[in-house]
């Protein structure tokens, strides 16, 4: 995605090990999670939290789906972190803090300790919070068997169209036969009474609880779900903060406070409406007339510099690093680009500093395909580039001295039209003269990862939780290179599945993040993409908003913020 976003040898201390080894990785990597900062004091002292009112938050895109079997995108997540509701969740809290599990239907995060997990790391015991319902009209209580239904059915090879996330969920015993029609049910996850939830794996997985966390796994009632059929997509119902109320297309969403809201206090606010279609400084100029309260994209970065350093609005300005990767995707099934030498010839061609200029500094080049705060990636180290005349030598060598004629693809969504002229530009400069294309942000994500259908493309990526597994395992697996998934470059590799499949299994906190960190070495011998840069996440809440701040995860945070 968007997408953002946790057993050692001796299994009593597996659930601890996890944590303070995601602990060191962050730290190691130069960075942790996101803190937010620059201007972002909201210009008073700290007050107390107010009930009731809206706030209205613009994007440019809208969402693609609402079901959370099948969204995966950055709008489609924003929106539905707010309506839905699963296990576990992570704090409402900036910085490495906003990384923490606990529990959100749940009663507590397993652990041996507590009984909730085995000892050999495979069984997961969840006791549910009686009393829960889901919201109106469904209004009843949420058990267990809601669960099995949800989990089953992001597997459930009947899912139309299949869920991108149900790779996420092959360790669960019986997946694999449930997923290829060859079982009635998931075997491995149980409802053992109303209240109490047992899911077995059938190998240890150190970040099984945080692929609990993604909206993926919010909880669901089958009889809504079946009420609506394919519309489900347009008609959310779950155990969120807030319910929806209407979507209109290309105007706006708009969400009303959930009465049976089971966290005490929470949200503060009686509406949120997303406002759709909203060019940047379009809305950017809206939130200074009062129109809108806080930025979903970033600020432009023409009006960064501006914003940063205007004394009415300076203190409203946000920044905190991503854990993200921009990149080029370079499609293997389509000639020139099945040469990992020309796909080497590119990943030296491009200028990635000039990028950050063009972003106005909210980026960090990035020469590997790990970013700075995940864990996997090591400081300083460098599998590419700015060599052009190097880029045109191994261009001469893949056979193609003169270059060649392609199509260079990306959304409209500013600034990406202008920072892939800026590649075009570095194409040309090797000899590759490159066609640019725009389209809308929702075709580009179903085209990118429709096989054979986009040769060369800019694409992105947020963390869904912390740890190397949801970047490698989406982005560069055979099983991700599919119709449908986020191998937008179509690249595989045995000897990469195998190490994935290898660290996947080890209970070594430490020996599982170094063999994810090695692993970046067999994407780059091939060139699987060519990396570009890590962003930074710079936008804006007006003057009405308080408690606003970037969540290192979700970024923003709307069930945490109230109306001045």
Known sequence: MRALPGKGAAAAVIAALLVAALAL??????????????????????????????????????????????????????????????????ADKPGEEGTQLE???????????????????????????????????????????DFVYTISRIIDPKTTPPSPGSSFFMDIVGAEEFAAGKAKELSGVKALDPHTLEIT?????????????????????????EKWGKKINRHPLGAGRFMFDHWTPGREIVLKRNPNYWDEGKPYLDEVVFAL????????????????????????????????????????????????????????????????KVREAIAWAVDRDKLVKLKAGQAVALYQFYPPGMPGHVEGKKYYGYDPEKAKQILADAGFPNGFKTKLYTDNVDPNPKLMQSVQADLAAI?????????????????????????????GWWMDYPDPSCWIGPLFTKASAVPGGMNSSFWWSPELDKAYSEAQKMTDPAARIEAFSKMQDIIAADTA??????RITTTMCSQNVGGFYLHPVRMIDLGSYWRK
């Not at 997990?117 to 209580?141: A, M, N």
């Not at 190998?203 to 909206?215: D, E, Q, R, Y």
């Not at 023409?302 to 990149?327: C, L």
């Not at 590759?432 to 800019?458: C, D, H, W």
């Open 431 to 459: 000899g590759i003269e490159a066609e640019l294309r725009t389209m809308g942000n929702n075709a580009f994500y179903v085209q990118q990862s429709t096989p054979k259908t986009l040769t060369m493309g800019s694409f």
């Open 201 to 225: 794996l059938k190998s240890p997985n150190l970040a099984f609880l945080h692929i609990l966390t993604m909206p993926f796994c919010s909880v669901l009632d089958k009889g809504w779900v």
């Open 25 to 90: 990785a962050l730290a190691a990597c130069g960075g942790g999670a996101a803190e937010t900062s620059g201007g972002g004091t909201g210009g008073a002292a700290e007050e107390q939290p107010k009930q009731g009112g809206k706030l209205v938050v613009s994007y440019l895109t809208e969402p693609s789906s609402l079901d959370p079997a099948i969204a995966y995108n950055v709008i489609d997540w924003a929106v539905e972190w707010e309506i839905f509701a699963g296990l576990l969740r992570y």
């Open 277 to 340: 279609s909203f060019n940047p400084s379009t809305a950017l100029l809206k939130l200074q007339q009062g129109e809108v309260d806080a930025l979903g994209d970033d600020l432009p970065p023409s009006d960064m510099t501006r914003m940063q350093n205007d004394p009415t609005w300076k203190d409203y300005v946000y920044s905190a690093p991503e854990i993200s990767i921009s990149y080029l995707f370079l499609n293997n099934g389509m000639p020139p680009f099945d040469n990992p």
């Open 529 to 534: 993409y060519a990396p570009l840069y890590s």
């Open 103 to 145: 529990p959100a239907l749940a009663t507590e995060v397993p652990s041996v300790e507590n009984g909730g997990l085995s000892e050999d790391g495979l069984t997961y015991t969840f006791h549910l919070k009686e009393g829960i319902k889901f919201q109106p009209p469904v209004d009843r209580p949420i058990t267990a068997d």
